[in-house]
Each structure stands twice: as structure tokens, then as C-alpha cells.
């Protein structure tokens, strides 16, 4: 099992693009996330799904879209990235609100 | 609402014991702590759920108190394997699909 995984690893992107991070897991797991983690701050739940079709908002859902269309996909997208975007973006997979399996992450710079 | 965490920073020397404690404001039904070594993603460490019930890492031990809303994660004899940030997260209620994260307790272990 590759677990989760993430693409790209590193972007730079320029400000006023748009990007989407991928994000698949191969466990079959209902519920997946998406975190920002800044320098301190710890981590920032973004969206979360729990289960394909079913979406909701976390604690920072502005500037930022999501889709569950399958089990194992859960992509974001940036619209209009701002500096203020500039972040380590961390997945996660999880079979039931319990114990959360993390990605590698993406490194994303907007200058 | 994010819990607290303290202290903010340890450093201790190899064989040395840590505590770290997680405080929230509100009621919790669980607590979840993982720990991130620098530049990799969050590792699971352990659950706590109101009514006692643990899981998690063997070495490393974790207290729950419901009443007073805190948990702390108890590190003894640390290795120094052991150095990274520690996080906990919390959820409210069973029927909780995400959790909140801490800001982080970064641990250094000396040799």
C-alpha cells in the first residue's frame, strides 16, 4: 500500500494563479482532510470529507475548493492564490475519525 | 476552538522525563496526540476517549481528564528518537468528524 499521497511535492506560483493539489489514498478510507501548517501555528484544518460527496468546512475553508467524486481522491483548489496562501499543505486519510494517516505534504510558495 | 498547549519548547537531555499538557475550553470526548519530526508529516501517536478507554504508542504514556478538559502525554526515559513537535488535537463530541490541532510542543533531545 502506498498509503497517501500528494502531488506536486514543491510549486511556486505567482499571485492571481490557480492551482489544484492532488491528494489519493489507497486504505479505503471513509473521511479525508486537508491542513495548511505555517511556521508555529500548527495545523489548519482546511476541508474534510466523509465519504465521497460529502464535504464540510474546517477552520480555514476561504480561498480554497474541494471534491470527493471518489473514495480515494480528494483534491484542492487554490483560486487566486495569495501570498497569504504560502504554506506546507498536509493530507490525510482516516477510517473513521480515529487515527489520521498524513501525506508527505506540498510545499507551495506564491510570490 | 484550538486547545493549548505547554510549554511551548523543552529541551532535555537523553534518559530525561517530559511532560506535555493539552488544555481545552470547551467539553472534549477525545484526545488525539502525533508527533512531527522536521520536515516529514504527523505520525499518530495515541487516542484518549472520555471514559478511559486508550490506545496508542507503547512507549510513550497519556492521561485524560474530562472534568478538567486537559490531557497531558507523558515521555519518560526519552530517547533521542523522541525529539520532534508533539501535537494534540481534540474533538467534542463521538459524533465529531474532524479534530483541532494544538499549536505544538517542540521537544529537543540532547545526547
Known amino acids: 500500500n502506498a498509503g497517501v499521497t500528494q502531488t506536486p511535492k514543491f510549486r511556486i506560483l505567482k499571485i492571481g494563479q490557480s492551482m489544484t493539489l492532488q491528494c489519493t489514498q489507497d486504505?479505503?478510507?471513509?473521511?479525508m482532510y486537508w491542513y495548511r501548517q505555517d511556521p508555529g501555528m500548527g495545523l489548519k484544518l482546511i476541508y474534510y470529507?466523509?465519504?465521497?460527496?460529502?464535504?464540510d468546512k474546517g477552520e480555514v475553508p476561504n480561498g480554497y475548493n474541494v471534491s470527493r467524486s471518489t473514495t480515494e481522491d480528494f483534491p484542492l483548489r487554490l483560486e487566486l492564490a495569495a501570498p497569504s496562501q504560502t504554506s506546507v499543505y498536509f493530507c490525510?486519510?482516516?477510517?473513521?475519525?480515529?487515527?489520521?494517516?498524513f501525506g508527505p505534504g506540498t510545499r507551495l510558495t506564491v510570490l | 476552538q484550538q486547545p493549548v498547549q505547554s510549554p511551548q519548547a523543552v529541551i532535555l537531555r537523553e534518559g530525561e522525563d517530559a511532560v506535555i499538557n493539552c488544555s481545552s475550553s470547551?467539553?472534549?470526548?477525545?484526545v488525539h496526540w502525533y508527533r512531527q519530526k522536521h520536515g516529514e508529516a504527523p505520525v499518530f501517536l495515541m487516542i484518549?476517549?472520555?471514559?478511559?478507554e486508550q490506545k496508542g504508542h507503547e512507549k510513550i504514556s497519556a492521561s485524560f481528564n474530562e472534568k478538567k478538559q486537559q490531557s497531558s502525554l507523558y515521555l519518560t526515559a526519552s530517547q533521542l528518537s523522541y525529539s520532534g513537535t508533539y501535537f494534540c488535537?481534540?474533538?467534542?463530541?463521538?459524533?465529531?468528524?474532524?479534530?483541532?490541532f494544538g499549536k505544538g510542543t517542540r521537544l529537543h533531545i540532547l545526547p
Open positions: 490525510a486519510s482516516s477510517p473513521g475519525g480515529d487515527t489520521q494517516y
Open positions: 486504505m479505503n478510507h471513509n473521511y
Open positions: 470529507s466523509v465519504g465521497a460527496g460529502i464535504t
Open positions: 470547551k467539553a472534549l470526548y477525545s
Open positions: 484518549l476517549l472520555k471514559g478511559g
Open positions: 488535537g481534540t474533538a467534542g463530541g463521538y459524533r465529531d468528524d474532524k479534530i483541532i
